[in-house]
């Protein structure tokens, strides 16, 4: 029996956490579409952000769909070069992040090739879905930022042609099962990873400065960490490993268990475009406090807010929290699958009909 399933290539350049998790989702959430996903696995940035339309050369050569969806780590005007059999399909471009906001490592070459690859998607794509109105309008903002340094020949409008064609659409996060254990609410959480563009050495200084007023809390620590010990978490483990009652990347269940046990999930980060660790531990229950910046501005209220690298101000205000507890954990059901999925499918029927260049009504 001929199969009358409308076909979707999805191309995602960079299999880290939330991009794996994001195309787990959308493959098993909507299976009334024929998928073909392809992946590279979340390693050699640099090589990745450029070099997926050859890696991928062969493997594309033939494939045929209705629609594609590449994320924005796709080289997708290289991509459609490449590959005329699939320049001509209606095409979303997915911003999970945007190289215009996002921190420059140390040891990292400071370029304006990742930024330019992603503008070249956007105006190559027939639509462009951002996960957050804050990645949206920094890519915009440092898009027109870039570009207006160049000396000549930039066309007009470049900011509207882009804007016309985009949408919000969050990753659904998975809100854990309700914890079987009693909340601790002087169990504080990190679940970021122990990278640089989390900032993890104000965490390491506010907890340490919080120990020294004599609160009393424990800390889980959680996330994935880079082979070689990084020096905020050693500090953490040498100077109040009494506290410590989680360390390491765990296992889904033993992390959902932590989460509907923790009181307060803290973040210190540099970026963040969506923030999906800190939204599924606050659908869990815990409250959140984090940077008054980022995508956050546009998730937690005010009182779960504190001056992005205050190391004084964070640890005053969980000082405070613990010793005369913390706000409720903010309302965040309008990232749940309930409520997402019937944008996502609304976008998906639209555009494996052919909707190019009509962008739903934007959240943000």
Known sequence: ??????????????????????????????????????????????????????SWLDHLEGVEADAVIATSMVDLATLRGLQPHLAALPTLYYVHENQFAYPLGRQQVDSVDPQMVQIYAAL???????????????????????????????????????????????VPIQP???????????????????????????FAQAMQRLAATGADFRLALLGARPAQTPEPLQRLRETLGDRIIADGKLPRSAYDALLGRAGIVVSTALHEFQGLAILEATAAGATPLVPDALAYREQYPDACRYPQGDVDTLTERLRVWLQHGAPPAPDVRAWTPERLEPDWQGMLDDLVAGGRNRARVSRG
């Open 1 to 54: 029996m001929p199969n009358h399933r409308k076909r979707i290539l999805l191309l995602s350049a960079y299999r880290a956490d939330s991009h794996a998790a994001w195309a787990d989702w959308l493959t098993t959430a909507f299976d009334a579409f024929d998928w073909k996903l392809l992946e590279l696995p979340g390693r050699h940035f640099r090589w990745r952000i450029r070099g997926n339309p050859i």
């Open 124 to 170: 190559a794509a027939d639509r462009i879905a951002f996960n957050s109105a804050f990645n949206r309008d920094s890519f915009l903002d440092g898009m027109e930022s870039l570009l207006g340094r160049m000396p000549d020949a930039v066309p007009a409008g470049l900011r509207a042609r882009i804007q016309d064609r985009s949408e919000i659409l969050p």
């Open 176 to 202: 854990p099962p309700a914890a079987g254990a009693a909340r601790d609410p002087s169990l504080i959480l990190w679940s970021h990873r122990w990278e640089y563009d989390k900032a993890p050495e104000i």
